[in-house]
């Protein structure tokens, strides 16, 4: 595609509901990451896919959060029985090169509001 | 650890001021230092920097790379109302972009 595509832009739920972001990036970036961003705060690394595997999760807050890549492409981000902390715009960026130096492009964000 | 450190946190300055927005950083494996300005939701791309003492420069904004002392700079001259926005430093280091926490800027007509 022409940019990275974020699925949904906008999310509410109730606490304890699962959640599914999706992130589709641009044609052909390898590197595929995850970020946070809370009210006010910069950005937070959750999680690094090289093609389908994950090199660096460290970034995961918990056990409810997981992710995965499919096709080297689209990626999911699944939050499991959401709390009202992890309210938040996630971000999903992609780059062309195995962690080389280069651009990071990112998508519009879902902003996730746990009521 | 690592980590990237943005000052200042926020400023405030009127059209046509020159600003200069700092990032220092201590991240292993430094491979290159990147500036994005976010206004509403997706930061866009500024500058990548990757050799000490080099000047980019893109119309009114240009930054600088010193990776002897770790740090770089973001300035900004004849500042304008749309120059308004979250600046942000992103360190790569192994293979993980690590984000400081941002310069807000507000240039008051």
């Known amino acids: 595609g022409a940019g990275v595509s974020q699925s949904p832009s906008n999310k509410v739920t109730e606490k304890g509901k699962d959640v599914e972001l999706r992130c589709d990036p641009i044609?052909?970036?390898?590197?595929l990451y995850w970020y946070r961003q809370s009210l006010g705060q910069g950005l937070e690394f959750l999680i690094y896919?090289?093609?389908?595997?994950?090199?660096?999760k460290s970034g995961l807050p918990s056990d409810r959060f997981s992710a995965e890549r499919t096709g080297g492409s689209v990626s999911t981000l699944t939050i499991q029985r959401t709390q009202q902390e992890d309210s938040a715009v996630y971000l999903c960026?992609?780059?062309?090169?195995?962690?080389?130096?280069?651009?990071?492009?990112f998508g519009e964000g879902s902003r996730l509001t746990v009521l | 650890e690592d980590k990237v450190v943005q000052s200042p946190l926020s400023l405030v300055v009127h059209e046509g001021d020159t600003v200069t927005l700092n990032c220092s950083y201590e991240?292993?494996?430094?491979?290159?230092l990147l500036w994005y300005k976010q206004e509403k939701k997706a930061p866009t791309f500024l500058f990548m920097l990757?050799?000490?003492?080099i000047e980019k420069k893109s119309g009114r904004l240009s930054s600088i790379l010193d990776k002897k002392e770790l740090f770089s700079i973001l300035n900004i001259t004849a500042t304008q109302t749309g120059d308004s926005a979250v600046y942000l430093c992103a360190v790569l280091g192994t293979y993980k972009y690590i984000f400081g926490t941002g310069t807000r800027l507000k240039v008051l007509a």
């Open positions: 991240v292993t494996n430094f491979r290159s």
């Open positions: 960026a992609s780059s062309l090169t195995r962690g080389e130096s280069g651009e990071l492009f």
């Open positions: 896919f090289q093609g389908n595997s994950a090199p660096d």
């Open positions: 044609s052909g970036h390898t590197a």
């Open positions: 990757t050799s000490s003492g």
